[in-house]
């Protein structure tokens, strides 16, 4: 049982039990609606209407019980809206993003730091952990956000938002045979890298499924000699000539990499997707949900509000 089955009784009382206006009413089909009928009245095993045909033509003596409760219980979730609208309104309080690294020292900050303009008062909390780690995390609570390019999507209790998209770069020292050759004109291959030692994210980092999956594709095997966690330190390893690196582009800066050089990998390696989760059900404060905000542009509160607090199919 759930609300919009509650609000369908309630509806249907009040539009004479008219599918076509009752759908409308609730802003959805009314295949939906009959749908919806169907599995409340198995899952409560009595029939709440009476019919004729296809069509409703009133309560059935425990269909009137059942409505009585329904309004009971939909003014209760209208009393829990008003405590929701009072706990949004807090500027002040406790809020916990878990990412990663990469998220952490290269998507974030200019973010972090709008919203720390804007809600002072409120402890920002950044945790660092891997992708699964992040999913326990904002399973048990301990995380309000989570951040990351794997684990997320794929799990029923999030629901997700896509934070932005990047491509894999490839970073070598200034000078190597892959950079010459780019500055000669060569597009840069995947049998061209192959050929050179590889330092790149640990498995489950940062798309390092799909780079993979894109070497195997192609039937290569690259010598992946050195795997770490973050692109500072893949960076690092670079720079003292222990190989190419696979890295996400947005790691790259032209000052603090000087000795280095960014190779456009767009062709080679798949758009990668960051996205934000939330627990589906949480109820949101308003400083959490301005942080979405500012991550997920265009999402307005009302539509964030209404896909948290959805139930998922």
Known sequence: MNIQQLRILR???????NLT???????????????AIKELEDELG??????????????????????AHAERALQEVENLRSVSQSFSERDEGRLVLATTHTQARYSLPEIVRAFREHFPKVQLVLRQASPPEIVDLLESGEADIGIAT????????????????????VVVPRGHPLALASHGAEPLTLLALAEFPIITYHEGFTGRGMIDATFAKAGL???????ALDADVIKAYVSLGMGVGIVASIAYDETADASLELLDASELFEENTTVLALRRGRLLSGFAAH???????GLSLDALRLAVMEEKE
Do not use: D, Y
């Not at 249907?12 to 039990?17: P, V």
């Not at 095997?221 to 795997?227: D, G, H, I, Q, S």
């Not at 942080?291 to 542009?297: D, E, M, P, T, Y």
């Open 46 to 67: 009595v029939q709440i209407f009476l019919r004729k045909g296809k069509r409703l033509l009133g309560f059935t003596e425990p269909g009137e019980a059942m409505l």
């Open 11 to 17: 509806e249907s009382a009040r539009h004479n039990f």
């Open 21 to 35: 206006e009752v759908a409308m009413a609730l802003f959805t089909s009314q295949s939906g609606v009959s749908k």
């Open 291 to 297: 942080f979405v905000g500012l991550c997920v542009r």
């Open 221 to 227: 095997a690259p010598r992946v000699v050195l795997e």
């Open 150 to 169: 794997e684990s997320l999507s794929a799990n029923p209790r999030f629901v997700t938002f896509p934070f932005f998209k990047w491509f894999h770069g």
